[in-house]
C-alpha cells in the first residue's frame, strides 16, 4: 500500500509538471495552422553540373537559407531532403511568387570604382564586373599572415574586365561588395592579368566560417545548378486559424464523449479512466513541448485519434477485471489478474500500430510524419497511462476491500452472486485452467 | 455436461455454427467493393484502383475561401473564364461546412480550383491570373491554400507509399506469426485485406460518382487501419490461444474460437466505439481538410470490428478443422 501511494504521488508530481509546462511554454504550430508555406526545390542537373554532390548541395542549401533569411520574414526553415532536395518553409507568407523570385535571384558580388560625389564625399560606383563573372571561389589562406581569404577565379570574359579594371584603377582603392555590403577595399598595387583574385577580409580579417560563407555562396551564384520548385503547399492564416478552431472543438467532442461513454458503460472504472485520460492529455501536450513536436493540423487529427485509441488499453483491462470478479475472485486478485491478462493484448495492438506509424514516419510526407509522430507518442504514452495511472487509481480506491456494490463496476448483482454459488464447479474448472 | 455450459453461458452470436453464412454475407458485402476497383482499374488509364489526387499525379489546388454559397451557375462562369486565360480542364469543387452556419468559423465555402502543375519558371503568374478570375467573379475571394506538386514527385510518392503498404503488410504478418503461430499471421493478413478492400472499394465508389480523389493523407489512413484494425483481432486471437492452452482437451476448436468471439464481444465493440467517438468528432468538426481522412479511418475501423469478429474466427475455425482431420 505504501508503495501504491509513493507511486501515486510521483503520478501527481508528473501531472504538475506538466501543467506546468502546457502552461508556461508555448507550442510550436505548423505552418498550416499558423499560416505560412512550404517549398521543396530540387536541384537539376545541367550539362556542366552532370551530378549533384554533396558539396553542390551544401552550397545551394547555404545560398536559398541567406536568401530566404534576407527576406525578413521570421524564422524561416531551410532543411535537406534525401540528396538534391530543400524544403523551405517560410511563416506567413502566402504569396509565394516573392519567394520564389528572391530563392532565384543569384548572389550579387560586385566589384566597384571609387567615385567622388559633388558634395566632396566618396561612394562607390559599379563597374559592370560581377559574381557572373566567376567561374568559381575557393577558401584560401594568405601565404604570409595565413589568415583566411576568399580566392576567386574569372571566367573569360571576367579575367579580361578584372585586368581592364585593375589597369584603370592602378594606384587606387577598388571596392568588392557582396550582397550590397562592403566587403574590402583594397588597394590595387598593378595590373591583375591572371584572371585570379583574393578577397581578404579587411582589417579584422576573415573567419574561416565568413569565408566558407561567402564561397558557398558564391559558388550558389556562380554554378549553374538550378533548382526548381517541386511542391508547395501555402495556407493563409485565417485558414490556419480556423483549422486550430475547429480541431480544438472537435477535440473536446471526441473527449467528452468517450468519457462520456466510458462512464455510463463502466461507471466508477470509467470514472477512473477518465481521470488517467486528461493525466494522459496533459502529460502527452508537456512531451509535445518539450521534444519539440510541431504541431500539424495532421498533428492533432493523430494526437485526438491517439485519444480514442489510450481508452483502448482500459477497455480491455475493465472488461478482464469485470470477467475475473463474475468468476468469483476478490476485487484485489480481479484488479491484478484482469492487467496481466488484458497485458499481452494490449502490448501486442500497440506494438503493431506503432510498426505502422514507424513506417509511415519514414516513408511518409512532412504532412505525414506530424500524423505518425503525434500517434507513436500517443500510443507508447498510453500504455503508461493505462498500466500504471490506471492499475494505480484502482488500487487505492478500491484497495483490498471487498466488493459491496457491483454495479459500481456495471455489473448486475446475480453476476456476482452467481459465481460465489457456483464456487464449487470453479475450483473443478480451475484444474483444467479456465482461471488460473 | 455442465462445463459445456461454461462457454456457452455468454453466447450471443453464433459465429462459427453458420460461419459459410457469415463468410458469404462478408463477400456479398465486398462486392460492390471489387466491382467499383475493378471498374476504375479499367477505365483509368493508370489502371490505378482509385482516382489519384496531385499528390501522386502532380498538378495544382487553389483554393479559395468565399462569403456566400456558390451555385452551379457560377462554377460554370469560373471554368469558362479560366479557359479563357488558357487554363485547359480546370477541376472545380466546392465544399460547404455544413450545420457549422452558426459557428464563428470564417471559412466556410471553399472554392478549389484543380490544374495540371503551375511551377516556378514558365509560369510565374498562372497564380495570380487565376486570382484575379476569381476576384472577378466572387468580390470577396480569398486565396487560403495553394497544393502544388511536380509530376515526377508525384509518381515518387505513389512508389513511396505503395512500398509503405506492402511493407505493413509484410511486418504485420511476421509480428503475429511471430507472436502466435504461422496460421494466424495469414489470417490476420487476410482480414487486414478485407478491411483495405472494404476502404479502398468506398472510396473508389466514391471517386466513381462524387469524383473524389485520394492524397498521401488517404494512404495515411490505411496504414493506420491496418495498424489499428488488426488490434481487434489480436484480441481475439489472444483469448482463443488463451482458451485453446487449457480447454483444447475437452471442447472442439470450433467451440473454443466460438466462446472467445463472444468473450471478448464487447471489448472488441467498446474499443472501437471509443476510437470512433473522436473520429466522428474530426470527421464533422474537424474542418474540410481531415473530413476524407477521418472517413477512411472510420470505416477502416467498423470493417476492422467487423472483420475480427465475423472473418477472423470463422477461417481460423475452417484451418484448425483441416489441421485437427490431418492429425486424426
Known sequence: MKNKLILFWIIMAITIASIFVDYKKPASLGLDLVGGSRLMLEARTSSSVPKITPEIMDSLQYAIENRVNAMGVGETIVQRIGTKRLLIEIPNITDTTKAKEFIGQTAQLEFKRPKMLPDGTMDWESTGLTGKDLRKSLVGSAPTTGEWMVELEFNAEGAKKFSDLTKELTGKQMAIFFNDKLQSAP????????????????????????????????????????????????????????????????????????????????RVLGLISCFALIIYSLVNFAIFKLIPVTLTLTGIAGFILSIGMAIDANILIFERTKEELKMGRSLFTAINSGFDRAFTSIFDSNVSTIMTCLILYYFGASMVKGFALTLIIGVCLSMFSAITVTKNFMHLIFGSKEMKYPELFGLRKEDIENAYVATETKREKAKFGVLD | MANTNLIKD??????????????????????????????????????????????????????????????????????????????????????????????????????????????????????????DVLVGDFNSAQLVQVNSVGPTLGSELLRNTLTALVLAFVLMVIYISFRFRTEYGWIALLTLFQDVIVVVGIFAIKGIFFDTTVDSLFITALLTIIGYSINDTIVVFDRIRENMRFLAKKYSSGEIIDASINQTLARSINTSATTLFTLLALYFFGGATIKDFALAIIIGVIAGAYSSIFTAGTILSIVKERIEKKHA
Not at chain 1, 222 to 243: C, R, Y
Not at chain 1, 251 to 265: E, K
Not at chain 2, 105 to 118: D, H, M, P, Q
Request: proline share 2%; charged share 25%; with cysteine.
Open chain 1, 187 to 266: 588597394r590595387v598595387n598593378e595590373q591583375i592579368s591572371g584572371g585570379r583574385a583574393q578577397i581578404t577580409g579587411g582589417e579584422g580579417g576573415f573567419e574561416y566560417t565568413e569565408a566558407k560563407e561567402m564561397v558557398d555562396l558564391l559558388n550558389a551564384g556562380a554554378l549553374p545548378v538550378g533548382a526548381e520548385v517541386i511542391q508547395e503547399e501555402s495556407v493563409g492564416p485565417t485558414l490556419g486559424q480556423d483549422s486550430i478552431n475547429k480541431s480544438k472543438i472537435a477535440g473536446i467532442i471526441g473527449i467528452s464523449v468517450v468519457m462520456l461513454f466510458m462512464i455510463l458503460y463502466y
Open chain 2, 10 to 131: 455468454e453466447y450471443k452470436l453464433d459465429i462459427v455454427k453458420y460461419r459459410y453464412f457469415w463468410l458469404s454475407f462478408t463477400g456479398i458485402l465486398l462486392i460492390p467493393c471489387i466491382v467499383a476497383i475493378i471498374y476504375l482499374m479499367v477505365t483509368q488509364s493508370n489502371h490505378s484502383p482509385l482516382k489519384l489526387g496531385i499528390d501522386f499525379t502532380g498538378g495544382t489546388i487553389l483554393q479559395y475561401s468565399v462569403d456566400k454559397k456558390v451555385s452551379i451557375d457560377e462554377i460554370g462562369k469560373i471554368r469558362t473564364d479560366l479557359q479563357k486565360i488558357g487554363i485547359k480542364n480546370p477541376v472545380i469543387q466546392t465544399t460547404m461546412d455544413a450545420g457549422m452556419e452558426e459557428s464563428k468559423s470564417e471559412v466556410k465555402n471553399l472554392i478549389s480550383i484543380r490544374t495540371t502543375f503551375i511551377g516556378d519558371k514558365e509560369s510565374k503568374d498562372k497564380v495570380g491570373e487565376i486570382t
